[in-house]
């Protein structure tokens, strides 16, 4: 069983990682600006701002992994890659594990390039948002110290809107874009968590970004 602390545990990605991991057994913390309508039965939850001093240091104490979840939306916005760069220079002080929730945007079409936030097809509205989440994964890559992180990029379709039932099956990739046989890149909440919390359960994305899609 591992301490687990989910850094924007009441959102869409963050409540399906709390639900997953406490309903394996994990000690599970969540922290957010909110109380969530529906609490995980055995999940602490508990509020604050990641703009108020002493909150980031609170998460990661007494976390073996602190999962990361922050999305550059209303107050966060062009903030989240300097959090999350605070937010890693605390997990590795402290010897905790990180793993960053991060978008699509930064995944390659193909080898090579380009990015998919760098393509015409990518909606111009959401491009400052993948530009900053892709900020915070060259961030981990630059880093020279010995902080065990990891950085998970959804499908391209990842979203209430896309949602549907826990099947447990996944594809995982590296930086290429996983989609199906038409095509389609997808995945639920509830199959992303379950990816992710297999990866914390069974490591095997050290200091590396991988992608999970049917």
């Known amino acids: 069983m591992a301490k687990i602390t989910v850094l924007g545990g009441t959102g869409y990605a963050g409540a399906h990682i709390v639900a997953e ?33 002493g909150t980031l240091a609170a998460v990661v104490e007494g976390a073996d992994v602190v999962v990361e979840t922050l999305s550059p939306r209303g107050e966060l916005v062009g903030k989240v890659r300097g959090l999350a760069a605070q937010l890693a220079d605390l997990a590795a002080q402290a010897g905790a594990r990180l793993g960053v929730v991060g978008g699509a945007g930064s995944l390659l079409v193909e080898e090579g390039g380009p990015r998919l936030v760098d393509t015409d097809a990518f909606a111009e509205e959401y491009r400052p948002e993948a530009l900053q989440l892709a900020g915070v994964l060259d961030d981990l890559r630059a880093r020279e110290d010995a902080l065990d992180w990891f950085f998970v990029s959804p499908a391209v379709e990842f979203g209430p809107w896309a949602d549907g039932p826990r099947t447990g099956a996944y594809r995982s990739g590296g930086d290429l874009v996983v989609a199906d046989a038409d095509g389609r890149s997808t995945i639920t909440g509830s199959d992303f968590a379950v990816a992710l919390v297999d990866e914390i359960e069974t490591p095997k ?8 899609a049917y």
């Open 21 to 53: 991991a406490a309903a394996r057994g994990h000690e599970v913390t969540s922290w957010s600006r909110h109380e969530p309508a529906q609490p995980v039965e055995g999940v602490t939850y508990r509020t604050g701002s990641v703009l108020e001093d």
């Open 205 to 212: 994305h050290s200091r590396q970004r991988f992608t999970v």
